[in-house]
């Protein structure tokens, strides 16, 4: 069985419509006092796409993402994603929230204020799922394999902050679209172990230790110069390779994807993903 995200319309035309079976439906009244009606349908496994041979990754097909603590992601080839800008809709939010809070709980007005508030943080909710949506499709889509970085659940359980956790949540949501839609569209989606991504180099592997400030990767060992997230992508990649059993890639993403001098990297706006649905080519 699996879930659809119908949030997306786009993307129920990739089921076959002559199998699917609705298996179940629910009806649910939102916070905004709206009614959504959702169903569950069940595909075949067989109706999904193959997926390729491992043994046909490689780093040209292949990508690893570095799931950036301050708000983009990084790929092992050389994009800079930047995270969505939320902070005109969360101070509407606040303005709003601001205004109920002066309204007499259970009055008309408090009424009419709360369900103001309720499409305001639906609004959120609905422009970061799209937004994910476009750039799981395009990474599925442009890839044979995705690799991302495993999320630590018991750090993430420990951290404090809210905003720390709003985003933990963000990129659990990420990975769930990620991997679903690995199955739609035919493309490996495998997680991998997080831990000393940024530290470690990619080009030989040596650990160095890296304070959250230092913006480089400049490895006193072998001389490797790059982005500290590329660097973090390119490891990613490589465990991912080893991951799927193709052991360590003769050759590394860093010879590869990226000449080592130039570590320029590719920014791609929010902006640009909302409006294409792509991060170019
Ligand atoms: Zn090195």
Redo the contacts with the bound molecule.
């Keep these: 069985m699996k879930r659809l995200f119908l949030t997306d319309s786009t993307e129920t035309t990739h089921y076959n419509p002559a199998k699917p079976g609705v298996v179940s439906t629910s009806i649910k009244k939102e916070r905004t006092g709206e009614w959504f009606v959702s169903f569950g349908l069940e595909t075949d496994d067989a109706d999904l796409p193959a997926k390729p041979d491992v043994d046909s990754l490689d780093a040209s097909n292949s990508v690893g993402i570095d799931l950036g603590i301050l708000n983009y992601i990084h790929t092992s080839d050389g994009k800079a994603v930047d995270w969505l800008d939320l902070e005109d809709d969360y101070e509407r939010l606040r303005r709003e929230q601001r205004k109920l809070s002066r309204k007499q709980n259970g009055s008309n007005n408090y009424e009419k204020q709360r369900l103001i508030v309720a499409k305001v943080k639906r609004q959120i909710r609905w422009k970061v799922l799209d937004y994910q949506h476009k750039l799981t499709t395009w990474l599925v889509r442009k890839y044979d394999a995705v690799f991302v970085e495993d999320l630590d659940v018991a750090g993430m359980l420990q951290s404090d902050g809210n905003a720390r956790n709003k985003q933990d949540a963000a990129w659990r949501q990420f990975i769930t679209l990620l991997e679903y839609k690995g199955d739609l569209y035919g493309t490996h989606v495998v997680q991998v172990e997080a831990r000393g991504t940024t530290k470690e180099?990619?080009?030989?592997?040596?650990e160095?230790e890296k304070p959250i400030w230092v913006r480089e990767h400049s490895?006193?060992?072998?001389?490797?110069e790059t982005d500290r997230d590329a660097n973090a992508a390119m490891n990613v990649l490589q465990r991912g390779f080893s991951e799927v059993g193709l052991g360590w890639p003769e050759s590394t993403p860093v010879e590869t994807a990226l000449p080592t001098d130039t570590p320029e990297f590719q920014r791609v706006s929010a902006k640009r993903v909302v409006e294409t649905g792509s991060l170019g080519a």
């Design positions: 180099c990619a080009s030989c592997g040596v160095t490895c006193p060992s072998c001389g490797f």
